[in-house]
Protein backbone atom coordinates (compact mmCIF):
# COMPACT_ATOMS: atom_id res chain seq x y z
CA UNK A 1 0.00 0.00 0.00
CA UNK A 2 1.40 3.12 -1.08
CA UNK A 3 -0.29 6.54 0.44
CA UNK A 4 0.46 10.14 -1.70
CA UNK A 5 -0.24 13.40 -0.16
CA UNK A 6 -0.40 16.37 -2.04
CA UNK A 7 -1.74 19.97 -1.59
CA UNK A 8 0.69 21.65 0.91
CA UNK A 9 2.14 25.09 0.65
CA UNK A 10 2.34 28.47 1.57
CA UNK A 11 -0.93 30.45 2.76
CA UNK A 12 -1.64 33.22 5.05
CA UNK A 13 -3.28 33.18 7.98
CA UNK A 14 -6.92 33.09 8.43
CA UNK A 15 -6.87 31.47 4.29
CA UNK A 16 -7.26 27.50 3.43
CA UNK A 17 -5.63 25.22 2.31
CA UNK A 18 -7.02 21.58 0.64
CA UNK A 19 -4.77 18.48 1.41
CA UNK A 20 -5.41 15.08 -0.26
CA UNK A 21 -4.13 12.04 0.32
CA UNK A 22 -4.60 8.74 -2.49
CA UNK A 23 -3.97 5.39 -1.10
CA UNK A 24 -3.26 2.84 -4.01
CA UNK A 25 -2.09 -0.72 -3.92
CA UNK A 26 -4.08 -3.13 -2.37
CA UNK A 27 -5.84 -0.34 0.00
CA UNK A 28 -8.62 -2.88 0.44
CA UNK A 29 -7.87 -3.95 4.14
CA UNK A 30 -7.69 0.07 5.01
CA UNK A 31 -10.59 0.73 7.61
CA UNK A 32 -9.78 4.38 8.31
CA UNK A 33 -7.58 7.28 7.14
CA UNK A 34 -6.02 9.66 8.87
CA UNK A 35 -3.99 12.80 8.69
CA UNK A 36 -0.71 13.83 11.38
CA UNK A 37 1.63 16.94 11.51
CA UNK A 38 5.16 17.62 13.30
CA UNK A 39 6.69 20.91 13.55
CA UNK A 40 9.98 21.32 13.90
CA UNK A 41 11.05 20.16 17.80
CA UNK A 42 7.41 18.91 18.30
CA UNK A 43 6.45 15.83 18.38
CA UNK A 44 3.85 14.14 15.49
CA UNK A 45 -0.02 15.49 16.62
CA UNK A 46 -3.26 14.13 15.48
CA UNK A 47 -5.06 15.94 12.97
CA UNK A 48 -8.19 14.53 11.93
CA UNK A 49 -9.06 10.91 10.80
CA UNK A 50 -11.86 9.39 9.17
CA UNK A 51 -13.61 5.98 9.38
CA UNK A 52 -14.95 4.40 6.20
CA UNK A 53 -17.93 2.58 7.62
CA UNK A 54 -20.35 5.40 7.89
CA UNK A 55 -17.90 8.03 7.38
CA UNK A 56 -17.32 8.97 10.77
CA UNK A 57 -14.85 11.68 12.04
CA UNK A 58 -12.72 12.61 14.82
CA UNK A 59 -10.42 15.74 15.11
CA UNK A 60 -7.35 16.57 17.33
CA UNK A 61 -8.69 19.67 19.91
CA UNK A 62 -6.36 22.17 18.26
CA UNK A 63 -8.30 22.07 14.64
CA UNK A 64 -11.41 20.84 15.63
CA UNK A 65 -13.70 23.80 14.42
CA UNK A 66 -11.82 24.82 11.59
CA UNK A 67 -10.87 21.83 9.87
CA UNK A 68 -12.62 18.93 8.06
CA UNK A 69 -12.17 15.79 7.00
CA UNK A 70 -14.08 14.27 3.62
CA UNK A 71 -13.55 11.58 1.69
CA UNK A 72 -13.92 9.26 -1.59
CA UNK A 73 -14.24 5.84 -0.57
CA UNK A 74 -14.05 4.54 -4.42
CA UNK A 75 -10.73 6.34 -5.28
CA UNK A 76 -9.53 6.04 -1.44
CA UNK A 77 -8.65 9.26 -1.40
CA UNK A 78 -9.35 11.86 1.53
CA UNK A 79 -9.68 15.34 1.33
CA UNK A 80 -8.83 17.51 4.68
CA UNK A 81 -10.24 20.92 4.43
CA UNK A 82 -8.36 23.47 6.61
CA UNK A 83 -9.95 26.95 7.24
CA UNK A 84 -8.95 29.96 9.44
CA UNK A 85 -5.36 29.25 9.62
CA UNK A 86 -2.84 30.27 12.19
CA UNK A 87 0.75 30.53 12.26
CA UNK A 88 1.32 27.43 14.59
CA UNK A 89 -0.58 25.06 11.82
CA UNK A 90 2.81 25.45 10.54
CA UNK A 91 4.57 21.74 9.71
CA UNK A 92 4.79 18.83 7.83
CA UNK A 93 1.62 17.32 7.67
CA UNK A 94 1.85 13.49 7.04
CA UNK A 95 -1.40 11.22 5.44
CA UNK A 96 -1.83 7.67 7.06
CA UNK A 97 -4.10 4.31 6.79
CA UNK A 98 -5.49 2.05 9.32
CA UNK A 99 -6.20 -1.39 9.49
CA UNK A 100 -8.31 -1.38 12.79
CA UNK A 101 -11.04 -0.86 14.49
CA UNK A 102 -12.81 2.43 15.82
CA UNK A 103 -11.61 5.75 14.70
CA UNK A 104 -7.60 5.58 15.11
CA UNK A 105 -6.21 8.84 16.92
CA UNK A 106 -2.60 7.52 17.74
CA UNK A 107 0.19 6.95 16.25
CA UNK A 108 0.44 3.40 16.79
CA UNK A 109 -2.88 2.33 15.23
CA UNK A 110 -1.91 3.61 11.86
CA UNK A 111 -0.03 0.82 9.50
CA UNK A 112 0.81 2.88 6.94
CA UNK A 113 2.08 6.20 6.27
CA UNK A 114 2.94 8.68 3.63
CA UNK A 115 5.39 11.33 2.87
CA UNK A 116 4.85 14.56 4.76
CA UNK A 117 3.60 17.23 2.79
CA UNK A 118 4.93 21.25 4.40
CA UNK A 119 2.21 23.44 5.26
CA UNK A 120 3.62 26.76 5.83
CA UNK A 121 1.42 29.59 7.38
CA UNK A 122 2.85 33.34 7.47
CA UNK A 123 1.42 35.99 9.87
Known amino acids: VQLQAYGGGLVQAGGSLRLSCAAS????????MGWFRQAPGKEREFVAA????????SYGDSVKGRFTISGDNAKNTVYPRMNSLKPEDTAVYFC?????????????????WGQGTQVTVSS
Open 96 to 112: AGSTGGGIPRGIYEYDY
Open 50 to 57: LKWSGSRT
Open 25 to 32: GRPFGIYA
